[in-house]
Nanobody, 127 residues
Framework: EVQLVESGGGLVQAGGSLRLSCAAS????????VGWFRQAPGKEREGVSC????????DYADSVKGRFTISSDNAKKMVYLQMNRLTPEDTAVYYC????????????????????WGKGTLVTVSS
């Protein structure tokens, strides 16, 4: 069974940091792209960052570039999202999602392209 389990969310003051973790199991990790998405109340689910596990290629939404860093530990089948200089605009439920690369070298950014999803972890940034 494919499973993606997020952890690390919580309440943090503006300007602070959090590190989210995504534990993956049940699929060939190295053949997948993994992305972090977020959904704030009243907003669409948006792509935050993604990584091609096989070679480490990453990409970020403009809103988080320079503040967030995605990484993976392939041996542990873990993906992380280090979030720095958080603002209230970052408040959302953050989801880990995965999709096969199918031999491409494209980092996914759209929720509809993802096959597997975690249940999310809530990040609340207060001001």
């Amino acid at each position: 069974e494919v499973q993606l389990v997020e952890s690390g969310g919580g309440l943090v003051q503006a300007g602070g940091s959090l590190r989210l973790s995504c534990a993956a199991s049940g699929f060939p990790f190295d053949d997948y792209a993994v992305g972090w998405f977020r959904q704030a109340p009243g907003k669409e689910r948006e792509g935050v960052s993604c990584i091609l596990v096989s070679d480490g290629m990453t990409d970020y939404a403009d809103s988080v570039k320079g503040r967030f860093t995605i990484s993976s530990d392939n041996a542990k089948k873990m993906v992380y999202l280090q979030m720095n200089r958080l603002t209230p605009e970052d408040t959302a439920v953050y989801y880990c999602a995965a999709v096969p690369t199918m031999g491409t070298h494209i980092c996914p950014h759209y929720a509809i392209t993802m096959d597997y999803w975690g249940k999310g972890t809530l990040v609340t940034v207060s001001s």
